[in-house]
């Protein structure tokens, strides 16, 4: 156990439905990232935040997908309007940087299903 | 732009063997990060090392080595006397000013 926190761990939806998940990142971390993976694949990069700022979009986040972290503390990812391509497991990652050096920390990811 | 390749999709060994993980990446970066990261059968990432690009002294950790090698801008990780617990996809990644990128990872069976 890392110490991030995702909820909920599995999502089964209808096209064209909107969810959201959650992460809770480690405590003192000011950095979390939300990264997907799709089955054999490596994780491919989002977005991050640095506290409440949302500092880089990666151009997979589509205008359907909306990453929020009010007060610099969870996080939260949107998909409006859900395709069967969203299908993967979204993966949230927390991170200090501290004099130029960083590790990430990853939580054990939401599995989301697009019917 | 970043790259991470590891030619390795999967490996396949007894216990007890020794096998060593290839990761190469491209950068033009000065400063950079590499990591390893474990990903078990349970699915959470799981992070193993970070080593800054200014050193390339090689480093052991208990069965796990890394040896980083900038001249051929290589970072490979072997694992001496594998176990069955060891089974899981490794992901190489590197990170330069904002960017990670994973490599595609590779998948080790560790057979009994």
């Known amino acids: 156990d890392t110490g991030v926190s995702q909820n909920p761990r599995h999502k089964i939806t209808k096209r064209g439905q909107n969810v959201t998940f959650r992460c809770d990142p480690i405590?003192?971390?000011?950095?979390l990232y939300w990264y997907r993976q799709t089955l054999g694949q490596g994780p491919e990069f989002l977005t991050y935040?640095?506290?409440?700022?949302?500092?880089?979009k990666s151009r997979l986040l589509s205008d359907r997908f909306s990453a929020e972290r009010p007060k610099g503390s969870f996080s939260t990812l949107e998909i409006q309007r859900t395709e069967q391509g969203d299908s993967a497991m979204y993966l949230c990652?927390?991170?200090?940087?501290?004099?130029?050096?960083?590790?990430?920390?990853f939580g054990p990811g939401t599995r989301l299903l697009v019917l | 732009a970043q790259k991470v390749t590891q030619a390795q999709t999967e490996i396949s060994v007894v216990e007890k063997e020794d096998v060593t993980l290839d990761c190469v990446y491209e950068t033009r970066d000065t400063t950079y990060y590499l990591f390893w990261y474990k990903q078990p059968p349970s699915g959470e990432l799981v992070f193993l090392i970070r080593?800054?690009?200014?050193?390339?002294q090689n480093e052991i950790s208990g069965r796990y080595s890394w040896n980083f090698q900038k001249s051929t801008s290589s970072f490979n990780f072997t694992i001496t006397a594998s176990q069955v617990v060891d089974s899981a996809v490794y992901f190489c990644a590197l990170s330069e000013a904002e960017n990670f990128v994973f490599g595609p990872g590779t998948r080790l069976s560790v057979l009994p």
């Open positions: 080593r800054n690009s200014f050193d390339e």
């Open positions: 935040f640095q506290n409440e700022a949302q500092l880089e």
């Open positions: 990652a927390s991170g200090h940087r501290d004099r130029g050096e960083e590790t990430q920390y």
């Open positions: 405590s003192e971390h000011n950095r």
